[in-house]
T-cell receptor
Framework: DGGITQSPKYLFRKEGQNVTLSCEQN?????MYWYRQDPGQGLRLIYY???????QKGDIAEGYSVSREKKESFPLTVTSAQKNPTAFYLC????????????FGSGTRLTVV | QKEVEQNSGPLSVPEGAIASLNCTYS??????FFWYRQYSGKSPELIMF????GDKEDGRFTAQLNKASQYVSLLIRDSQPSDSATYLC??????????????FGQGTTLQVKP
């Protein structure tokens, strides 16, 4: 079945450590997005990519980095510069055909220890 | 900053009642409107989308859009306990071009009591 796979489901980060969240899709979608969700809050856009080897900053990109070397993959690195990384991270993708909304992955819950 | 606003709730309704969830948006050029349901600890799932003024029905769900008032709502008829979740309103703004970026509200928590 087609879908988006995020891993790991839970991730613990020590102070000063970089961690990478994986996002892989087999939907042949062109556009991919990373959102962050804090408790009781909506989703805030971190980065997005519309084509391979190209990506743009969202509203809260500071302390994060991404790459898009393959259409299927859009990993997110949470760097030590992100001072408050504890949150639920959601990856989404979207086809350019039609106006249908996103398909989301199952999310990664990141906690600083 | 383009905004999407929802009442965070919780909205509590008895089983079998109609639940009405509301959302307002600030970007008058917004084109597409989505409702997502999110169970606790899970990712959002798309339940409705609407592009044109008026009502759109799908089973027990009806989305209503009024662009003049910059208002979109979701009605859930015959509410069931399994409908208890957070409902996120999302808007594709007019300035999004072809990026497909969605702006999300903070969500309304719905509780359906048996």
């Amino acid at each position: 079945d087609g879908g988006i796979t995020q891993s790991p489901k839970y991730l613990f980060r020590k102070e000063g450590q970089n961690v990478t969240l994986s996002c892989e899709q087999n939907l042949n979608h062109d556009a991919m997005y990373w959102y962050r969700q804090d408790p009781g809050q909506g989703l805030r856009l971190i980065y997005y990519s519309q084509i391979v080897n190209d990506f743009q900053k969202g509203d809260i990109a500071e302390g994060y980095s991404v790459s898009r070397e393959k259409k299927e993959s859009f990993p997110l690195t949470v760097t030590s510069a992100q001072k408050n990384p504890t949150a639920f991270y959601l990856c989404a993708s979207r086809t350019d055909r039609g106006r249908i909304g996103y398909t989301f992955g199952s999310g990664t819950r990141l906690t600083v220890v | 900053q383009k905004e999407v606003e929802q009442n965070s709730g919780p909205l509590s309704v008895p089983e079998g009642a109609i639940a009405s969830l509301n959302c307002t948006y600030s970007d008058r050029g917004s084109q597409s409107f989505f409702w997502y349901r999110q169970y606790s600890g899970k990712s959002p799932e798309l339940i409705m989308f609407i592009y044109s003024n008026g009502d759109k029905e799908d089973g027990r769900f009806t989305a209503q859009l009024n662009k003049a008032s910059q208002y979109v709502s979701l009605l859930i008829r015959d509410s069931q306990p399994s409908d208890s979740a957070t409902y996120l309103c999302a808007v594709k703004g007019g300035g999004s071009g072809n990026t497909g970026k969605l702006i999300f509200g903070q969500g309304t928590t719905l509780q359906v009591k048996p």
